[in-house]
Structure formats: C-alpha cells, structure tokens
C-alpha cells in the first residue's frame, strides 16, 4: 500500500494563491496517471487536475487556467498551484492515482482544507 500525504492548504482571499502538495510514500508517478481531487461539503468527490506518466495535463473546466499541477518524481512528490482562488474552490482536496480505467487506487489520505473568503 502507498500512503498520500496532501498539505499546503489554508484560509485565502478570494483572488489569492495557494501551492498544494502531494508526499507519496514510494515511487508511483512513472507507473500511473495522478490527479488531485476536491471534495466540497455535501458534494460528491471531483476531479479537478491530472498529470499522465507523461506529463501531459488535463483539468476540469471549473479550474482550467488557474490551477497547474506538476510533479517532482525525484521526491515522490506532487504539486496544485491554485491561482485566483474563489469561494466555489472552497473543498477538501485530495491526491490519488487518476487512471483511465481504475480511477483512484489508493486508501484516500486525510485531504487538506481550502477556504476561500469572499
């Protein structure tokens, strides 16, 4: 089993910026697509970014061209710059695998918190 690490959330101003990141427990990133995913209360769980083995990106359109996410496969370690934040990014976000076909692999972690003020 791999645990997920997710820090870096926080309170920010609608407008603001906030750096995400992801602490896999071994080396996963060349073997599966990854993704960050939010989870907004009484909602259901979204993706809202992936990254293949690759390197190509995908996003949802609710964060396309505010959100970039990348990884550095030396630490095991995954990032979600979060630029021009609003309250509807307001979620518990979480990484996982994000394959086509299985989705997310892993036990979720314990997510970090992100509250936008308006």
């Known amino acids: 089993q791999v645990q997920l690490v997710e820090s870096g959330g926080g309170l920010v101003q609608a407008g603001g910026s906030l750096r995400l990141s992801c602490a896999a427990s071994?080396?996963?990133?060349?073997?599966?697509?990854m993704g960050w995913y939010r989870q907004a209360p009484g909602k259901e769980r979204e993706l809202v970014a992936q990254i293949t083995t690759g390197g190509s990106t995908n996003y949802a359109d609710s964060v396309k061209g505010r959100f970039t996410i990348s990884r550095d496969n030396a630490k095991n370690t995954m990032y979600l710059q979060m630029n021009s934040l609003k309250p509807e990014d307001t979620a518990v976000y979480y990484c996982?695998?994000?394959?086509?076909?299985?989705?997310?692999?892993?036990?979720w972690g314990q997510g970090t918190q992100v509250t936008v003020s308006s």
């Open positions: 996982n695998t994000a394959t086509h076909i299985h989705g997310a692999i892993y036990d």
């Open positions: 071994r080396s996963i990133f060349n073997i599966y697509a």
